[in-house]
């Protein structure tokens, strides 16, 4: 039998992804699951996305432009960066298929092999798949639970910094925290960056989603850093457009994207049909982010109000992205979620969480920690949340 | 300003795209250009994959399973390859983000940095893309155009084996020759594969398109070679479904499946649209692969005794796929197609072809080769070949 090399068999599988053969085999049993387990909403896409999709008049689907169909570059650049105060011209924005591809790219394009990358944690585990797939160490800055996942003090990140680092990869607002970063935060870390000469990978893909009052403030605008920052970005969660998997990556780095165009050209193009959708989904009107922000906070609301009520766990609330963190009363975060899958139903159902050991780097940390996506509306986020309160009264691991 | 990777600023940039800057300026003066440069046909794809689109009901469109949609992967498993006579079950098919995709997949799944990859030249240049991606070493066994470019001996193959050498890379049909392989030249190449302990990746993208009575012999049908042989497969080209961006990586071997779906689950899903379109596709019905594969036997013919007919051209009667390659009486054939695109024109039109020297590794190798994609009707594909072969004529850097 030929050897699969040590690459992909030491590679991590997905955390968030690998407990789905419990739900799928509870799901065969007839038990109803609650996802909580991945950022997968249930908000409709924008009307005009869909139809866009639905009235193609293409007699065949060929290739369009590695970096694009030219229409949704311009129009990404357009009506949607110009009109948020990101000021970039064509050239210095390519789609990609979604933010995952952009992720890898970014990666490939700032490290070698042997490179290192400073991630805050706890970080999306996919972060340290793509460095492991490409050889580079994600060296982890812890940030803490009971202070909101703040940004630390910049010494943190520097004390870090070896000459085999490359970029600082940061989400904001972030998965799996939901913590929105400040333009003082943002300042600093785009002056850590150019000082030590660090590339500073933003993933913004959840820029739609903060309930502040202030408004989100991106990589993009940070004086003075703008050969160093490279913004990846997405329609998946902006318009609840995830399966047609087109984002982008940008920046003003004229060698960035000069080398992101090869890596693009190596797949030849992304797909034709998503193109479509993210086009006609520019014209997507204000009012469907204003409903889907105000439905997030209600979500947000319930789902951690209901998870402080439980006894022994603590959620911070989160002021972006549709997800939050939780410390819970067990032994291990992974157990429990298993547990839940294969053993807890309440009148039939169940509620799949995340457990969150594998979003951090350090070992041992997270390990009672899960992710709760609150992807659900209200009422059925109401009876998640119950099941998982009673699951966590009655799992034979809890430590209260 | 902060550097990118040596890997980013080494890596080739793709020689069958790379000239598209220079036919978009020809456009923008009003220069019609015909494209053989690139494998984009202009065959209309199936009207039932079409209609699936179309008539989408999806209200969101969220990711499917990594491994793509169930219903996919048994529909390609028993519409498709059973029909064909490959016998795979559902778990060891995966869909891929097209036939790429799985190019990547399979190389990192065989290799670590460091390790070899033997392949014939000349062969599919993003193969060494992807090779050179993920650190891994192409090694050329060279075949000769005015041998059709035949499987060599497999002495050629075993003289280049070293103890870090992982895997034999054929594309059958072959893109860029154009040459099908024989049962006989499969089952020796599975020998050594088996013999040296080498996985056998078999991109077998062009199958439907060969020109011979004798069926096309998949590597998944050697006898002995299951736990080595990796078959990479596409619905691009098969029904005209480039832009859906659809594939599928398979293997009888557990631990490659269980690699790959790590893989796939770091970039969560393929396109659902293109899952859609391919999904309805397997109901094509065999009279749209034969009213395809007539076509493309007049295209051949027309190109290739055009080809034949210029003086000082070579070029052998491909048996497969829609490519042929050819020697012309030039100094250098990158040069030639640059000039091509920047001055040649007749009533206002110009011919698009590829310099072939990417398609070899061995230095020197294949400057004096274009490659031709037949892939226009036979009235435009006359035009372009006359284009073609005044331009030759004309051209200062004839060696003639």
Not at 160 to 181: D, F, H, K, Q, V
Not at 237 to 265: E, F, T, W
Not at 355 to 363: D, G, I, L, Q, V
Request: glycine share 6%; hydrophobic share 40%.
């Amino acid at each position: 039998m030929a050897k699969i090399s040590r690459k992909a068999e030491q590679m991590p599988a997905s955390a968030i992804r690998k407990l789905v053969p419990l739900a799928d085999a509870a799901k065969e049993k007839g038990v109803k699951v609650y996802h909580l387990n991945v950022g997968a909403p249930d908000i409709a896409s924008p009307e005009n996305a869909l139809r866009a999709v639905r009235e193609n008049t293409l007699d065949h689907v060929s290739y369009s432009n590695s970096a694009g169909l030219i229409e949704l570059r311009k129009g990404l650049v357009e009506k949607y960066y110009h009109k948020i105060g990101i000021d970039i011209s064509v050239p210095e924005l390519m789609v990609t298929v979604a933010g995952t591809e952009g992720v890898d790219m970014a990666i490939q394009i700032c490290c070698d092999e042997g490179d290192e990358i400073l991630v805050m944690e706890p970080f999306y585990t996919n972060y340290n798949t793509f460095a492991f797939m490409n050889g580079v160490t994600m060296k982890a800055v812890p940030t803490d639970i009971r202070e909101g996942f703040r940004v630390p003090p910049m010494e943190e990140f520097e004390k870090r910094i070896t000459p085999r680092t490359r970029a600082i990869l940061i989400s904001n607002p972030g998965n799996p925290t939901g913590t929105l970063y400040s333009k003082e935060n943002m300042l600093a870390l785009g002056r850590l960056a150019v000082e030590h000469d660090l590339f500073l990978i933003s993933d913004e893909v959840y820029r739609e989603f903060c309930y502040t009052e202030a408004p989100h403030f991106s990589a993009m605008n940070i004086p003075g850093a703008e050969d160093h920052v490279i913004l990846i970005d997405s329609v998946s969660k902006r318009y609840n457009l995830c399966g047609c998997r087109i984002g982008c990556i940008v920046s003003h780095n004229p060698d960035v994207m000069r080398a992101a165009l090869k890596y693009a050209q190596a797949r030849l193009c992304p797909p034709i049909f998503g193109q479509m959708a993210a086009l006609a989904a520019l014209d997507t009107p204000d009012s469907y982010f204003a409903a889907v922000r105000t439905e997030y906070i209600r979500r947000r609301d319930c789902a951690v109000q209901a998870l402080n009520a439980m006894e022994g766990v603590f959620s911070p609330l989160p002021m972006g992205a549709f997800y939050t963190m939780a410390e819970i009363p067990v032994d291990n975060a992974e157990s429990f979620a298993r547990w839940m899958l294969e053993e807890w139903r309440i009148d039939g159902e169940t509620t799949m969480v995340t457990p969150a050991a594998s979003f951090y780097k350090t070992p041992g940390k997270g390990i009672n920690h899960i992710r709760v996506a609150y992807v659900l509306e209200v009422p059925r986020l109401v009876k998640a949340m119950h099941i998982l309160a009673e699951g966590l009264k009655a799992y034979p691991g809890r430590t209260l």
